[in-house]
């Protein structure tokens, strides 16, 4: 078994990558990279070989971030001065609002789909890894990875299709 620091510098990347996809925030993913790699070193006994230790990594990521989001689900507090201002100085306010508009489309059809096709196409789209990355993450081949993402593709454009 490697060391933690050769484990680190080997799967940080794409843990981290990984988390940006789940949270879409380069300092929360951060924050659970590094809360990761520390439960890794205090469970590492546990690792059982059974699968990829790029894949195990990235489940123990994914549980810390569950964590974060039912803690969060409890403290939600937005004030409507706090959004009020973030909208008068935002420049580009009606180019923005049509972004996040189709960005929300997007997604909202990607919720449509089975999980594993909604995980690839977050990993592959927001997390901007290539299919071999994706295949490794999920335990799959690249191949396997770059077909469910088109077939994903190809199903939320058959459904939009169809709504018009």
């Not at 039912?70 to 008068?88: D, G, M, P």
């Amino acid at each position: 078994m490697q060391n933690i620091e050769e484990i680190y510098k080997e799967y940080s990347t794409i843990v981290y990558k990984y988390l940006f996809c789940l949270t879409q925030n380069e300092e929360i993913s951060e924050d659970i990279m590094q809360e990761t790699f520390a439960v890794a070193v205090e469970d590492i006994k546990k690792f059982r070989g059974e699968c990829k230790l790029s894949v195990w990594l990235c489940q123990i990521a994914k549980h810390i971030w569950y964590k974060e989001l039912k803690k969060k689900e409890k403290n939600v507090n937005v004030s409507f001065e706090e959004i009020k201002k973030e909208i008068l100085y935002d420049e580009m306010f009606e180019e923005t609002i049509c972004a996040k508009e189709e960005k929300l489309k997007l997604f909202k059809d990607m919720q449509k789909l089975d999980e594993k096709s909604r995980e690839v196409m977050y990993l592959r789209m927001v997390g901007n890894l290539n299919y071999e990355e994706i295949g490794e993450i999920l335990g799959k081949t690249s191949n396997w990875a770059r077909v469910t993402f088109y077939r994903a593709k190809q199903k939320i454009r058959e459904e939009n299709q169809n709504e018009k």
